[in-house]
Structure formats: structure tokens, C-alpha cells
């Protein structure tokens, strides 16, 4: 008898946590008789869920999550959240749609968002800083206090604890001061999140380390950005600070402003469709959205999922956050062999975007609606503009050949739908 199987996002609903963590179970090879087609997931539909490593008791009592010095729910020794204000904000709202107490599963997503992500280079030297021998989602929330840059969330362990005097601390211990290129001191919380946050040129951002010595992920991250200044596509300023390292600036103010991902923005079921997805739950989007799926098939982008897109807001509501996290593109990983094989077959070698589907099938579906591509982005860039931006990001051997070939056939292909 064959056996039934079920998607990511099926299974993620039937075990209420999110698709992503259900990805890197499958990923780890932690549920039995899952089959991957392509960069899918089929799982067998009695598959059992996997205990959670990351999860654990806290005997110390109650906690409280707070936003600034307003407690807004109550964390008990299991890690579950009882809400006091799951509509305190715009922004909270977001993360609870409502809902007045989460699992200590959800909770963890939450906290494992806010987190560094076990997968980096440096991990072991990371914990070693933060004072535990093993990864540990929950310990390394207990320590860094859940605090993001991306908003005010943190958790307190009394009542009466507040956030400025907390955030002196963690900063103390955990985040370390150092110089960068301009002479500027860098608060910079190493071992505590994604990226290295800092300061360049009076600029509040992300510092980011080549991801091999091998890879172009660095002149990647700035090609897209010049890419996409020509294009006039919303993104987040780029710099080469160092030959290994990239700054991206962030587009935000952190006294009034708060960025949250689109995966929080999704409560009910997803299709497997992104394209309509996004649409749906922020229809005002569309335009920022077709760019995005635009310059992402022109750039072969590689890594945009729903925590890589993301909506600005504040007091005077939201915005479109201009597109950040590029250097996952342009052949920054892929061998000589490939790059050929690419871009004599630019259809057969488009990237995926979501559970199925290239982004030139989103493209042919969006030209179905729209064929008027050009007023979006202007597709009326010469070879030889994109060669300068190409070579200005340090492009070079069959990686520049490689890449001005995709973008100058991408942006034909595109025309051809108008």
C-alpha cells in the first residue's frame, strides 16, 4: 500500500509550529520516511512530531514579555505565554493576531527568530562568549533577554525591571566596543544575533562576513544594491567596508520606527502559491512585491523567504520595507559548470521562490495581469551599464561573464511579456 504524504505547510499546521522549523526537521533528518523534490519537502502523513531539543523547563517562576516598560504577557516555568495586551500595538498585534496565550512553541519560534542561528561559522566561539557549552535557544534568550534591534521586545524576569537598565547590561557584557573604518565606535552585539550590528560612516547597520573564501556573496550583496538603484527598486544602501565584509544600512528609526517580517504577518493557512500570498495579506503591496519577484528572477536571487521581506512601521502606519539580504544571488556559490549550464537555460535554472515555482513562473503569472513591466522598473539598461556595476562590486573571471549574460537575458525575457 502506498503512503500518503503531506506538504511543509500542511504539516507545520497540524503540529502548530511554523513552517520553517518543520523544513529544518526535515533538513536534520529528524522525520522518518520524508522525500524531497527539489527544495520541497514531502512528509508521510503519520509522521510523528519530533520532541523539541531546544525546549526545557525554567524552574525561576513566572517571567513577563515586555514592550519598552509595558508587560504585555506572562511567561511561565513551561515557556508558555499568557497575553495581558495581545492588541497593545500595531506591531505586537502582528505578532499575536489576537491570540491570548501561546504555546511554549510558538514561543520558542519567537525566541529562535530573535536568536543566533546555530547554523554560523563561528557558534562554538559564540557560546563560548555567552558562557554555555551547548546551543540552547531558551539559555541564550535568558542571557541576551530576547532584546532585537528590530523592536522593543525583551523579556523581564520581575515586574519592576526596565528596559533602559536591562539593555545597559546586556550591552555591557554580551555586545563588546570596537573601532570601525571611520573611526567610529561599533556597539556590536557578537554572539548574540545573525549578524554583527554597528555603526559605518554615522550609518546604523549590519556587518556581514564573506560566507567562504570561495564564495561572491559579498560583491553579490553589492552588485544587487547598484542593480537595483538602476532599476529604481527600493533597497537597503550597501557598502564594502573590508575585502571579506559587507555593511548594509538599516532604513528605519529605532526610536519610532519597528520592522517586522511577513512571516508574522500570515495566521491562517498559506496556498503554496507566495506570489498570491503576499498579495493577500497585504494586497497595498502588490507593486512592491512584483519589483521585488522582478529583480529577484533578474538577480537569481537564492535566499528570499518570509523573514527576508519585511514592513517598516509607526505612529503614521506602515510602509513597504525596501528589500535587504541580497547576497544570496548572482551566481555567489556556484561553480563554472554551473554558472554555463545556467545561463544557456535561464527558464530551466530560475530560482524558486516559496513551497513551488520558479520566479519566472510568478512572472508569467504576474504578466498575465500586468504586462506593463516597465512602469515598475526600467528595463532599459544597456549591457554596458550593467558590465560597470558588475565590475564596481568586484566581479570578475566566469562569475562576471556569468552574471552580465543572466541579468542581460533576464531583463529580455521580461520584455518579451509586455
Known amino acids: 500500500m502506498s503512503i500518503k504524504h503531506m506538504n511543509v505547510q500542511q504539516a507545520a499546521d497540524k503540529w502548530n509550529i511554523s513552517d520553517r522549523r518543520v523544513r529544518k526537521l526535515c533538513a536534520e533528518d529528524r522525520i522518518p520516511g520524508v522525500l524531497k523534490d527539489g527544495k520541497s519537502y514531502l512528509l508521510p502523513t503519520n509522521a510523528i512530531k519530533p520532541k523539541d531539543n531546544r525546549k526545557k523547563e525554567i524552574d525561576s517562576g513566572s517571567r513577563y514579555l515586555k514592550w519598552s516598560n509595558e508587560t504585555i504577557g ?22 499575536t493576531h489576537g491570540l491570548k496565550e ?7 519560534e519567537f525566541l529562535s527568530e530573535r536568536s543566533v542561528s546555530r ?29 532585537h534591534p528590530k523592536d522593543l521586545f525583551w523579556i523581564a524576569n520581575f515586574p519592576e525591571e526596565r528596559f533602559e ?3 545597559t547590561k546586556v550591552f555591557d557584557s554580551i555586545f563588546y566596543q570596537r573601532i570601525d573604518l571611520e573611526g567610529n565606535t561599533i556597539d556590536s552585539p557578537e554572539g548574540y544575533n ?21 564564495s561572491t556573496d559579498v560583491e553579490s550583496e553589492v552588485a544587487v544594491y547598484l542593480l537595483a538603484k538602476r532599476l529604481g527598486v527600493p533597497c537597503c544602501d550597501v557598502y564594502q567596508t573590508d575585502k571579506d ?21 500570515f495566521n491562517d493557512k498559506r496556498s503554496d502559491n507566495e506570489y498570491i500570498n503576499l498579495i493577500t495579506v497585504r494586497p497595498q503591496y502588490k507593486t512592491d512585491i512584483i519589483r521585488m519577484i522582478l529583480l529577484d528572477f533578474i538577480t537569481r536571487q537564492d535566499d528570499r523567504h518570509l523573514s527576508n521581506i519585511a514592513i517598516k512601521c509607526s505612529s503614521e502606519g506602515e510602509s513597504f520595507y525596501p528589500l535587504y539580504d541580497n547576497g544570496r544571488s548572482l551566481f555567489y556559490e556556484d561553480t563554472p559548470e554551473m554558472v554555463m549550464q545556467a545561463i544557456k537555460d535561464p527558464i530551466k535554472y530560475a530560482t524558486t521562490f516559496g513551497y513551488v515555482g520558479t520566479y519566472w513562473d510568478y512572472i508569467k503569472e504576474i504578466a498575465s495581469e500586468c504586462r506593463d513591466f516597465s512602469s515598475l522598473i526600467d528595463l532599459n539598461i544597456s549591457t554596458a551599464e550593467i558590465s560597470d556595476i558588475l565590475k564596481s562590486a568586484g566581479f570578475k573571471g566566469y562569475r562576471f561573464d556569468g552574471a552580465l549574460e543572466w541579468i542581460a537575458k533576464s531583463l529580455d525575457m521580461i520584455k518579451t511579456l509586455e
Open 165 to 167: 537598565e536591562v539593555i
Open 245 to 265: 565584509v559587507v555593511f548594509s544600512g538599516f532604513m528605519y528609526d529605532f526610536n519610532e520606527q519597528y520592522i517586522v517580517h511577513f512571516r508574522r504577518l
Open 102 to 108: 501561546w504555546s511554549s512553541e510558538q514561543f520558542i
Open 194 to 214: 545573525i549578524k554583527r550590528y554597528g555603526v559605518y560612516d554615522g550609518r546604523y547597520g549590519i556587518y556581514k562576513q564573506r560566507i567562504n573564501p570561495l
Open 119 to 147: 547554523e554560523r561559522r563561528d557558534i562554538e566561539r559564540i557560546l563560548f562568549r555567552l558562557g554555555i557549552p551547548f546551543y540552547d535557544v531558551l539559555r541564550i534568550a535568558e542571557i541576551t533577554r530576547g532584546i
Open 74 to 95: 506572562i511567561i511561565d516555568n513551561n515557556n508558555r505565554v499568557a497575553f495581558t495586551k495581545p492588541m497593545f500595538n500595531e506591531v505586537v498585534s502582528m505578532y
